[in-house]
């Protein structure tokens, strides 16, 4: 299975092409490589990724402030879904919050994103708030979810 060959690790500058290769894949808005620069450079933030021989399969990452830390993006490369390297990010995601002592990890998912939602469910998330049209793209709502860590 994926899960045991898929090696979870910090992000470095030497992932940006294959992170850029998995987020242009699966956002409409992608963020720039410069973007995740500075994300590597962010003191609040841990960005992971899902390292398949060498091949980046996947990403996420992890605002942590405070008592509160947000679930900044997560993405599997298209060939690597549904085979449970988002639940694995995820989980290494949120002990990184625990690590950090968060109380809650909050994130925002599309209204139409049924796997994902799905997810994050399955992990502990619960809906708690909308956001009214949260993404620029096409004005689409996003659900906040909310996992309580105490």
Same mark, same amino acid.
């Given at each position: 299975?994926?899960?045991t ?16 290769? @998995?987020?242009?894949e =699966? ?9 995740? !620069?500075? *994300?590597?450079?962010?003191?609040? #933030?841990?960005?992971l ?24 993006? @997560?993405?599997?490369? =298209? ?9 694995? !990010?995820? *989980?290494?995601?949120?002990?990184? #919050?625990r ?28 809906p ?23």
């Open positions: 299975m994926l899960e060959t898929c090696l979870i690790r910090r992000m470095t500058a030497h992932d940006l092409d294959g992170v850029m290769q @998995v987020e242009l =699966s956002f409409p808005l992608p963020w720039s490589k410069e973007s995740y !620069l500075g *994300e590597l450079k962010n003191s609040f #933030a841990t960005y990724v899902c390292d398949l021989e060498g091949e980046i399969a996947g990403f996420g990452g992890i605002w942590v402030v405070f008592e509160e830390a947000h679930i900044t993006n @997560v993405a599997i490369a =298209s060939q690597y879904r549904q085979r449970g390297l988002g639940t694995l !990010l995820m *989980e290494k995601l949120e002990a990184v #919050a690590e950090k002592r968060a109380q809650r990890i909050l994130l925002e998912v599309r209204t139409s994103n049924f796997p994902a939602q799905r997810m994050y469910k399955n992990l502990g998330f619960i708690t708030g909308l956001r009214k049209e949260y993404y620029t793209d096409n004005k689409e709502d996003a659900i906040v979810m909310t996992k309580f860590l105490i």
